[in-house]
């Protein structure tokens, strides 16, 4: 991960108790059971998987040896598919 002044941020302990305690919070607070923002975390997700796409594909060619095409459509199609599913089903 990088900051916005391109320095390498590192994701320790700390950071993950701090963003453990914010996710607690949301959920406490009750925001997370409305249907809305169900849905615009999911598209949310995609979003993110479309904007990181080459970094994505980068990472399981380099960690996991698997080739772009596959990568693409085993993981990143894998996840459009999947939340498709889960946004139609939540409409019915």
């Known amino acids: 991960?990088?900051?916005?002044?391109?320095?390498k941020e590192v994701f320790d302990a700390e950071a993950a108790s701090s963003m453990m305690k914010e996710q607690r919070d949301a959920f406490g607070s009750g925001k997370t059971k409305s249907f809305e923002w169900r849905m615009s975390q999911l598209n949310s997700l995609v979003k993110i998987a479309d904007y990181h796409e080459k970094e994505i594909?980068?990472?399981?060619?380099?960690?996991?040896?698997?080739?772009?095409?596959?990568?693409?459509?085993?993981?990143?199609?894998t996840i459009h598919i999947q939340i498709s599913l889960l946004q139609i089903h939540e409409k019915i």
């Open 1 to 7: 991960m990088e900051s916005e002044n391109g320095k």
């Open 57 to 77: 594909i980068d990472a399981l060619s380099s960690d996991l040896s698997k080739p772009e095409l596959e990568s693409f459509v085993h993981e990143l199609n």
